[in-house]
């Protein structure tokens, strides 16, 4: 079992920056690819970013290209995300999420992550 919590979320002016973090117990997630997730009031929740086991791979929503950045440091058994050039259309609870198993590659659906954290509130103000 993995349990994940992030922090690192809040209220911000667009343009602005903030910095998810989600951090990991239970088991170490060094072999595990990881993923941020975000869903919006009234929309379903949508992929946003992940990063394979060693940080060599990373993937990414169109919608997010260019402003976030996803990273991680298997010694601290943590994952971030640093979300720059903020707009209030990425105003979302943000959720980080943990494959259950190893792969070489970036899951892109939520049935390819078996653990959720309970999510972070981003709120950005136009």
């Known amino acids: 079992q993995v349990q994940l919590v992030e922090s690192g979320g809040g209220l911000v002016q667009a343009g602005g920056s903030l910095r998810l973090s989600c951090v990991a117990s239970g088991r170490a997630i060094s072999r595990l690819p990881m993923g941020w997730f975000r869903q919006a009031p009234g929309k379903e929740r949508e992929f946003v970013s992940g990063i394979n086991w060693n940080g060599g791979t990373t993937d990414y929503a169109e919608f997010v290209k260019g402003r976030f950045t996803v990273s991680r440091d298997n010694a601290k058994n943590t994952v971030a995300l640093q979300m720059d050039s903020l707009k209030p259309e990425d105003t979302a609870v943000y959720y980080c999420?943990?494959?259950?198993?190893?792969?070489?590659?970036?899951?892109?659906?939520?049935?390819?992550?078996?653990?959720w954290g309970q999510g972070t509130q981003v709120t950005v103000s136009s």
């Open positions: 999420a943990a494959s259950g198993r190893f792969s070489l590659s970036v899951g892109m659906k939520s049935y390819d992550y078996d653990y």
